[in-house]
């Protein structure tokens, strides 16, 4: 992962390092939320979900780089406000349809299946997509800022010493707009209840004429829809893609929505946060490369002593 | 006398296979020996992660991660930048313990955790195997690894040390010793699995509550299983650690996809039948380390010279995927499926 930090006095590192994993943070509980709404619904871990979004960095990549070969040279501006706005409004289409795809092909045909199976093929997606962007971007990391200044590095305001950049403030502009219109979606449409009830119990939804399989789909539609939208900002931030950030980033999230009890909403914002400011601080104070190891003995630590997560609700096993 | 089962008959091709192997005239076909001796130490740690696997159902991501702390522990035996210098026997049965002995430690906070937890915290676990294999550079060598590794193979026998490879260190020899070592390891959780514990295992997999309600203890069991499949994994990182000479780099052969790949040998070829794993191991890993090189060398020469999209080994991840998506659609049982006593 990239450096965060130039060297600052003890305060203003601080409140950088605050910023950045809040930006991290709502980064994670994007992808966290694919995880958590698909394995709500069917109890799948999808871990092709990570790759899903690094695909969705690939398209970032390739549609800049074709407007940067239509339009010539694109600075920080009015143009390249339009390209990220394109951005924003194709990329997620494309994770939300390609995940709607992978689910007919792969995970449909084995609903009746036992837990495991699915959960391989997922796996196996997974392999799949991770080629699928190795043939497509190489093996080697893209810089998107050789393409094209799309964000500048300019700081929107500065509050005291601490600068709040462009980049960061495209991720929350971007991310507490779509939590809120989550919240809305799940809470108080049609659709959304249709989601709670075949989460809570698929065969009486279906039963009660709510037509499964269609709210699976938009199921995984929603979880693509947001990684693609994360795959966008992400890019825009950190500025460099390869093939393997889906593994990485996808651990990352897979661990909030687990911390924060996986199958619950608010849990996987909850969890997504938390963890972007394990990843900063972890990252700043520490030497070497201790993040993963911190991250991972906090999810064990927290798994053995609340095994559902910080949200997620007990459910008594049943025979 | 009952006439031999199919997964015995398949067994014993495959050993018969591997023994007359060696004596073909492999370099005329292009077949690096090496790759032959690789194929049964990745054997090894498949047969280990069948033992949690297949046969007490844990779905346990991080296998790689005890394949590095055994070949870690073998460099620290018998490099000679360390006081120990041992030799080999004393340098495997250690890993292999020590490495069970991690597994126990591991396992015992994780055992409330049930099916997908389970995978992510040993997902986690093998990740922080990598970066503390990484960073604690002074005593596993970090990125530079452990180089020079030649023990003698027993003790009170001096040979192969100076800086040479052993003769027993070279092909015929320690590929021999890696077969009899994999027969060893193969008939030994045989009679594990026929044995009271390997039935508790079975039972526990099976339905765990039901395993507690019948007075065994499922909590016990399932240490036992993440025990004796890292230990056994450990003994193959420890021939691994052999084979090379060195401890490889620790993010790059014990990573999260070694793991993923055993785990699609073994369903490939058949959870917890353990001729079907052998068989997985032996036609993905043969198929992925010999037979595409060959594939690749023909198309390469054939058709597309230096055209990155007809090169087999650009496509290996889709393949392995590929494998793991159509075996879980249409045969979720592998190739050569545990012939079990009754239908369930």
């Known amino acids: 992962m990239q450096p965060i930090l130039a060297d600052g006095n003890g305060g203003a590192l601080f409140w950088e390092l605050l910023v950045n994993g809040l930006v991290m943070g709502s980064l994670f509980a994007l992808i966290a939320l694919g995880y958590s709404l698909v394995y709500g619904i069917i109890e799948l871990v999808n871990f092709a979900h990570g790759d899903l979004f690094m695909l969705g960095a690939a398209m970032t990549y390739t549609l800049t780089a074709l407007a940067v070969s239509w339009f010539g040279t694109v600075t920080p501006g009015g143009m390249s406000f339009a390209i990220v706005l394109g951005l924003l409004l194709i990329v997620p ?17 084995l ?51 601490v600068p709040l950049k462009w980049k960061d403030a495209v ?28 989460a809570q119990n698929l065969v009486a939804a279906q039963l009660m004429g709510i037509g499964v399989e269609r709210v699976i789909a938009s199921t995984f539609f929603v979880g693509g829809y947001l ?37 619950n909403i608010p849990g996987a914002v909850l969890g997504g946060l938390l963890l972007g400011f394990i990843y900063s601080f972890g990252g700043g104070y520490s030497q070497g490369n201790w993040v993963d190891a911190l991250i991972f003995g906090v999810l064990i630590v927290l798994l053995i002593f609340r095994p559902t997560g910080l949200l997620g609700s007990r459910s008594r096993e049943k025979v | 006398m009952t006439p031999p089962s199919r997964s ?11 023994v007359v192997l060696p004596q073909l005239p492999l370099a005329e076909w292009g077949i690096p020996a090496n790759l032959l001796t690789e194929l049964l130490i990745l054997s090894i740690l498949a047969l280990g992660l069948n033992v949690i696997l297949g046969t007490t159902g844990l779905l346990h991501l991080g296998i790689a991660a005890f394949y590095g702390i055994g070949c870690c522990i073998t460099g620290i035996l018998t490099t000679s930048i360390f006081p120990f210098q041992t030799n080999f026997l004393v340098a495997m049965m250690v890993s292999a313990f020590g490495t069970a002995l991690v597994g126990l430690i591991l396992g015992a906070p994780v055992l409330r955790l049930r099916g997908d937890y389970l995978a992510l915290v040993t997902l986690g676990f093998g990740q922080i ?14 990125k530079k690894t452990l180089q020079g590794l030649f023990p003698p193979l027993l003790p009170f026998v001096s040979e192969g040390t100076m800086g040479r490879r052993g003769d027993w260190q070279t092909f015929p020899h320690f590929y021999y010793l890696c077969l009899g070592l994999l027969a060893i390891v193969y008939l030994g959780l045989g009679n594990l699995e026929r044995s009271r514990l390997g039935r508790g295992l079975v039972a526990v997999r099976e339905d765990e509550l039901a395993a507690g309600a ?30 090379n000479t060195n401890t490889t780099e620790p993010q790059n052969s014990f990573n999260f996809n070694w793991s993923i790949i055993i785990l699609a040998a073994i369903i490939l070829g058949g959870l917890s039948s353990r001729a079907g794993v052998l068989w997985g191991v032996v036609l993905l890993m043969g198929f992925d380390k010999i037979a595409s ?3 690749d060398d023909s198309l390469q020469a054939a058709a597309a010279d230096g055209n990155t999209a007809f090169r087999l080994s650009n496509w290996r991840l889709m393949i392995f995927g590929l494998v793991l998506i159509g075996m879980m659609r249409f045969r979720p049982n592998g190739l050569l499926p545990e012939r079990r006593g009754t239908s369930k």
Not at chain 1, 172 to 194: D, H
Request: hydrophobic share 55%; charged share 10%.
């Open chain 1, 93 to 109: 289409f494309f994770c939300g349809g390609a995940n709607i795809l992978i689910d007919r092909a792969v995970y449909r045909p």
């Open chain 1, 111 to 161: 609903r009746r299946a036992p837990r495991l199976v699915p959960l391989v093929s997922a796996l196996g997606v997974s392999f799949v997509l991770v080629n699928i962007g190795q043939l497509w971007i190489g093996t080697s990391p893209l810089s998107l800022e050789n393409k094209a200044q799309l964000v500048s590095d300019d700081s929107l305001i500065q509050m005291g010493e």
């Open chain 1, 171 to 198: 991720v929350l502009i971007t991310v507490v707009p779509v939590m809120v219109g989550l919240t809305w979606l799940v809470k108080f449409t049609r659709l959304g209840k249709a989601m709670r009830a075949t």
């Open chain 1, 227 to 263: 990684a693609g939208l994360a795959a966008v900002v992400y890019t825009l931030k950190i500025g460099r893609i390869e093939y393997q950030m889906g593994f990485q980033n996808g651990l990352y999230a897979f661990t909030a929505a687990v911390v924060g009890g996986i199958g």
């Open chain 2, 8 to 18: 015995a008959i398949a067994g014993g091709v495959l050993f018969a296979m591997l």
């Open chain 2, 129 to 142: 195997v990598i970066t503390v294999l990484l960073e604690f550079e002074n005593i596993t060598g970090g």
């Open chain 2, 214 to 243: 019948m007075g065994l203890n499922p909590a016990r069991l399932k240490l036992s299983a993440l025990a004796i499949g890292a230990g056994v994994a450990g003994l193959a990182g420890s021939l691994f650690a052999m084979h």
């Open chain 2, 293 to 295: 090189r060959i594939i």
